[in-house]
């Protein structure tokens, strides 16, 4: 006979579970709630497993939910400093740090937890840089990162779960990696904008668009545009599909 196989130890049992949601549904009761996803299932999945608080637990406050970064600005109000903005790295109308940078200069800003579907350097650099107070790997959503990350955010503090601070503090060198504005660069390569029309969108010279181009190829190490797009894509870059 076989002996019994213990559990996997990455996965939690029916009682931390329990324990987590109602640790979660407390530290919930501080914020009023903004959720900001570009993928509708993802974020649903995420707002019903926050709001499912267990009976006697005080109801959480939801703003509401929105896919568009135009959205989540009229949503939020002016004295946000109770507001918890959930939000993911790409939203329907693009990437969601300018809608971050502008909210995050109030004089009542909300508190930011950023979820990135893939962490790179640049997009948790940016994030910090403006402002934003957590930042996690959506891969961990599910694995306790929520938790901590909200325990962080009443205290004050700012989260980065580990696989950020894995990225954010691994060798080698920054210089082998997408700039900011080379990701934006990036999208509209995947758009399948020429190098003029990248121009034009961008207000640069043709040739300057072009440089960008071939500099994001070579970082990327690509030989052509179509696997600048999939590599980006799967380096995080980019975002991995629609709502």
């Known amino acids: 006979m076989e002996p019994p196989r213990e559990s996997d130890p990455a996965l939690p049992s029916p009682e931390e579970l329990l324990h987590r949601r109602r640790a979660v549904g407390i530290q ?9 996803t570009g993928q509708l299932p993802y974020g649903l999945l995420m707002l019903a497993q926050l709001l499912d ?23 939020l109000p002016a004295e946000a400093g109770d507001v918890l903005l959930l939000c993911q790295e790409f939203l329907g109308d693009g990437p969601a740090l300018p809608m971050l940078r502008e909210v995050l200069r109030r004089p009542s ?7 990135l579907g893939t962490p790179h350097r640049v997009a948790i650099r940016d994030a910090l840089a403006v402002g934003v107070q957590g930042v996690i790997s959506q891969r961990n959503v599910g694995r306790g990162v929520v938790l901590e990350a909200l325990t962080h955010l009443a205290a004050g503090g700012v989260y980065l779960d580990s696989d950020c601070q894995a990225v954010l503090y691994a060798d080698g060198p920054a210089s082998a990696e997408l700039t900011a504005r080379e ?7 995947a758009e399948g904008c020429t190098n003029r029309r990248i121009g034009e969108r961008l207000q640069i010279a043709e040739v300057t668009a072009r440089d960008h181009v071939q500099h994001i190829l070579a970082k990327l ?8 797009a999939v590599t980006g894509l799967r380096l995080g870059y980019l975002p991995s599909g629609p709502g």
């Open 221 to 228: 190490q690509v030989v052509d545009r179509t696997a600048a």
């Open 28 to 36: 919930l009761s501080h914020w009023r709630l903004l959720l900001c």
């Open 109 to 115: 800003p909300p508190t930011v937890l950023l979820s």
């Open 183 to 189: 990701v934006e660069i990036l999208a509209l390569v």
């Open 53 to 75: 608080s267990p009976d006697g637990e005080p109801p959480q406050r939801l703003l509401g939910i929105c896919r568009r970064g135009a959205d989540g600005l009229a949503l």
